[in-house]
């Protein structure tokens, strides 16, 4: 025997302390306070109001960039600092570097321990693998303790930590366990290891029978559960089996025999799948020429040569590589008492890990709409955003990757910092934009880091690392954008990283450079080697990726119109039934949808039922859902119902929603396509109109309508333009008052706005012929298409010209453009000007938390602010508008005043809409304007009315 001879040389593993390693990890970001605790002596005097003083304790704090950690109290400062980098480590999921063990100690150890489970005392106390024992011993004439050394491997934790010291290996060849525990037991000489009986360990002599008596009670019933079988060969289908396990039998002896072994010793067990606490585990033979193995050198036993071929897709699924044919279940002993824990696993549940293992699936499982969601690309507010937080499926990614925990490191940029601010606007990729302004992202929710226009507080951002589990360095994501919150920094760095692993596992043979390409896009860096050794454990695994299109292309006349695409005209076809409500979604609002997905056979003869949800929510135009979907649901308002169809998806999504999943296999095997039903149950509208209408009274946008209507009145108008007219709400509004217009018209460039508009104003003005109505003084309404930074001359020289809540959606250059050209060009007799203060929103937001959010986290931001929408490109303080109309009515030959809606003028932070009119300072003559700039039709008329002729038009 050689047992520990072979390690005579030894070289000792050099243990780093836990205060070593997180220096390591963080270096000079890790900061350590000690503080002297004194902790109330209990020497008892009730109602002592003065504290007795006892020995004087040291309490460490240590602060790393994402999280902190208290330590408790210790006599010596050195061991209240290593405590708390050991819960850090704890905390970031690194293995504790154990009792820095040697490896030779360990071995001792392991052998020691070997022994022990082997005991008498073990058989009868309280653990999983007691269980198994128990379970064994119960197996007709089985009274040696015979037992399989893979369950030994599996049960034991404090083994398999030995076990890595010895070798750390281990990590990644987890069946090293099993050759590492025969060996002991090979040595010790109460137990038998017999070649003959495989991987099987048996004690010498049989436990005593009143041993066995007092701890064995045996299972009264018996247990059925369901498995899955996988073949190696990828030719043949995964199938579900029965396991039967009678009252007296051993649930391993079961699963054996379902694989055609003899018993339980043949077989392996894998690692749990999943969260660490299931049971789920692969079950496959072990090799015949294992125990050889053995012979080879303790400290550098490599990882056992299989006869059998790889099985790709247990080895996926499981993260660990599986050889021949498997068996998936979800059984077994646990802590939790000695009856034998099962749970079904059907097909259904493996297509869900299957599809859990990518970042797109993780996220449609999270939302329990396998075939409706998609992971957005980015990570807008956490009020709008559903289904797992994008930090959360990263850390379940590591862990289902075997991976370490995700570490974050946020940094802070307080707004004093302007100096800091713009060296470090320096050092990251700035955008296209001339200024020195970090790129947006979705344009909300993130800074402009221009130094001056900081608001207040501070911002963020965030750094994302992965490591291995033996800490090799796997991605980073430095992301060149700052966040108001904290939290939103480390959601969208979590995101780019979530994004790059989904592209890279929806294409899995794409080509490194294309891979790099992507990785750049998300500021992601990422070291190949590394790469493909944790993350592309199997490359050659079907489904998810594979998008197989069962069957041929549907002939058109087969009455199915599939959406291959989602153009315009696509869409257009579909057929949506019931009134139109007039309530539309728009981009950031939170849409409820009724759904129900099912498979339906190309001739819609028969269909299936995958998938339905009675309210399905998500935010419009953020790629939360299939793209069919969400330009389905533009078409839609409240209340309408559709139903379209699409090409399948991948197999594995339809397996992992289909509940009965051999019917939906059944349905495969004939070309068939997904049909959507779906009713558009609620639109809630974006947060700034929600906050609009729950704050103010009457509403903001009354309000704005309300401040115009009295321009109106003031200065006896009779023409008007409203640039960004958006779906006609001033224009509309305006008909229910008595004014002096005759002529009204709107500009936008959102057809679907337009035709709302259209809509209204047409039924009011019709409704409205009767001589006293309000309105009866208008005698032309028109609505072009267009975009209000371009020049028509039909729109030249109007009364007034009203520009509400329209500007923060442009670019800033764009409005500075629409500045120059309505004042130069159109030169309205009077311009109102309305959009955020920014400054505002404190106060929008505060109200907001109160009602709506309950996350300390959020309260304790709620000084820093975002946008009020995420579709707006920036907001203003009162002095940067201020600034930009009173240079713009100089340069234009304009006098400017500035007022604005709800709150006050006198009162900080001022008004919460602001507003800017200007007036013309004199009058050009009629010719001039024509002159100037000729006849520029460059407006496209999408809805005309006139008084005269109200039937001709429209
Ligand atoms: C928040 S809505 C405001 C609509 C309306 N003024 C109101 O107060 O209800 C902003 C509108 O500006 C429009 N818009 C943005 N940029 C535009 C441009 N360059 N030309 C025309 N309209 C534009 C959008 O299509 C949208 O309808
Ligand atoms: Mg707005």
Request: glycine residues 6%; negative net charge; aromatic residues 8%.
């Amino acid at each position: 025997m050689e047992t520990g001879g072979s390690l005579a040389h030894t070289i000792r593993k050099p243990t780093l302390t836990p205060k070593a390693i997180i220096h390591q990890k963080f270096g000079s970001k890790a900061s350590y306070k000690v503080e002297e605790v004194e902790e109330p002596t209990q020497n008892g005097c009730p109602g002592l109001a003065i504290l007795q003083k006892g020995p004087c304790l040291y309490r460490c704090s240590l602060e790393l960039p994402d999280f902190s950690v208290v330590s408790g109290s210790f006599k010596k400062k050195k061991d209240a600092e290593q405590s708390a980098a050991q819960m850090a480590l704890e905390k970031l999921g690194i293995r504790p570097s154990v009792d820095n063990l040697t490896a030779e100690e360990a071995w001792t150890d392991l052998i020691a321990r070997v022994k022990y489970i082997f005991s008498n005392e073990f058989l009868s106390g309280l653990h999983p693998l007691s269980s198994h024992f128990k379970a064994a011993l119960c197996r007709v004439g089985d009274h040696d303790g015979s037992i399989p050394a893979s369950v030994i491997a599996i049960c034991d934790g404090k083994l398999n930590n030995l076990c890595k010291i010895i070798n750390p290996k281990v990590e990644s060849h987890p069946f090293l366990v099993v050759s590492y525990i025969m060996r002991a037991a090979t040595g010790l000489p109460e137990l038998v290891v017999n070649p003959e009986r495989q991987l099987s360990i048996r004690k010498k002599n049989p436990y005593p029978t009143d041993v066995i008596e007092s701890s064995v009670s045996q299972q009264s019933e018996s247990v059925t559960t369901m498995a899955i079988y996988i073949p190696c060969s990828p030719e043949r289908a995964v199938e579900p089996v029965t396991l039967n396990i009678s009252p007296k039998g051993y649930y391993l002896d079961v699963i054996a025999q379902k694989l055609g072994l003899s018993g339980a010793n043949e077989i392996l067990i894998s690692r749990t799948i999943g969260k660490a606490s299931s049971e789920t585990r692969f079950y496959f033979a072990a090799s015949k020429s294992y125990l050889l193995e053995m012979s080879s050198d303790l400290l550098n036993a490599k990882a056992v040569k299989f006869g059998e071929p790889l099985n790709a897709r247990a080895s996926y699924i499981c993260g660990q590589d599986i050889y021949g044919d498997s068996i998936l279940a979800s059984i077994g002993y646990t802590w939790k008492g000695q009856d034998l824990f099962h749970e079904y696993v059907t097909l259904q549940s493996y297509y869900r890990m299957l599809i859990s293992k990518i970042p797109g699936g993780a996220y449609k499982l999270s939302r329990e709409a396998i075939l409706a969601a998609e992971l957005p690309p980015t990570f807008t507010t956490k009020t709008n955003w559903r289904g797992s937080y994008p930090r959360e499926i990263l850390c379940s990614f590591c862990r289902q990757h075997w991976l370490l925990e995700p570490v974050f490191s946020t940094s802070s940029i307080p707004k004093k910092a302007s100096l800091e601010l713009s060296r470090l606007n320096k050092k990251l990729k700035v955008s296209e934009s001339a200024e020195q302004k970090v790129e947006y992202a979705n344009g909300h929710d993130t800074v402009d880091a221009d130094a001056k226009s900081v608001g207040m507080g501070s911002s963020f951002i965030c750094e994302v690392k992965l490591y291995s589990k033996c800490q090799d360095l796997i991605l980073e994501c430095v992301s060149n954008v700052l966040y108001k919150k904290q939290n939103d920094a480390v959601q969208n760095a979590s995101l780019k990283v979530l994004s790059w692993l989904n592209a890279y596992f929806k294409d899995i043979n794409m080509p490194l450079e294309k891979l790099k390409q992507l990785a750049n896009v998300f500021d992601i860096k990422f070291y190949p080697q590394n790469f493909s050794k944790e993350v592309v454990s199997c490359r050659s695994v079907e489904n998810f990726q594979h998008h197989e299109t069962l069957g041929d292309k549907v002939p058109e006349s087969n009455g199915i119109n599939i959406l291959n695409d989602v153009a315009e005209d696509d869409v257009s076809s579909i057929d949506i039934e019931g009134p139109d409500s007039g309530v539309c979604p728009s981009n950031g609002s939170l849409l409820c949808v009724c759904y129900s997905a099912s498979l339906v056979t190309k001739g819609k003869l028969q269909k299936e039922l995958l998938e339905s949800a009675e309210e399905f929510e998500f935010e419009m135009g953020t790629g939360a859902v299939i793209p069919c979907l969400e330009a389905v649901v533009t078409k839609m308002s409240v209340g309408q119902s559709t139903c379209f169809y699409t090409e399948l998806p991948p197999q594995a999504l339809v397996l992992a929603a289909a509940k009965d999943s051999a019917n939906a296999l059944a349905f495969l095997s004939s070309p068939c396509c997904l049909e959507f039903s779906i009713i558009l149950l609620r639109v809630t509208e974006p947060p700034e109109d929600r906050m609009e209408q729950a704050l103010f009274s009457p509403p903001l946008s009354k309000q704005r309508v309300e401040y115009a209507l009295q321009h109106i009145k003031d200065s006896c108008a009779t023409s008007l333009v409203d640039f960004g007219c958006g779906s006609g709400s001033l224009l509309e509004s305006l008909l229910d008052y008595p004014t002096s217009l005759e002529t009204i018209v709107g500009v936008d460039l959102s057809k679907k706005s337009l035709s709302r508009a259209a809509k209204v104003l047409h039924s009011k003005l019709t409704m409205m012929s009767d001589p006293d109505a309000p309105c009866r003084s208008i005698k032309s309404a028109v609505l072009y298409d267009g975009s209000i930074t371009d020049f028509d001359s039909r729109l030249c020289g109007f009364d007034l010209g009203t520009c509400l809540e329209v500007i923060e959606h442009m670019e800033e250059d764009q409005a500075c453009l629409f500045g120059d050209v309505v004042l130069s060009y159109f030169r309205p007799k009077i311009l109102i000007v309305s959009t955020p203060n920014y400054e505002y929103n404190v106060i929008l937001q505060r109200s907001n938390l109160t009602s709506q959010e309950d996350d300390p986290e959020e309260k304790i931001h709620s000084q820093s602010c975002k946008f009020r929408n995420h579709d707006h490109k920036f907001e203003w303080t009162r002095e940067q508008f201020n600034h930009w109309a009173s240079e713009l009515a100089v340069r234009h030959n304009y006098s400017v005043e500035f007022s604005g809606v709800g709150g006050s003028a006198d009162l900080e932070p001022g008004f919460a809409s602001q507003i800017a009119v200007f007036r013309r300072v004199f009058q050009p003559k009629e010719d001039d304007l024509q002159d100037d700039e000729g006849l520029a039709c460059q407006y496209r008329v999408v809805w005309e009315w006139n008084r005269s002729k109200p039937a001709l038009t429209n």
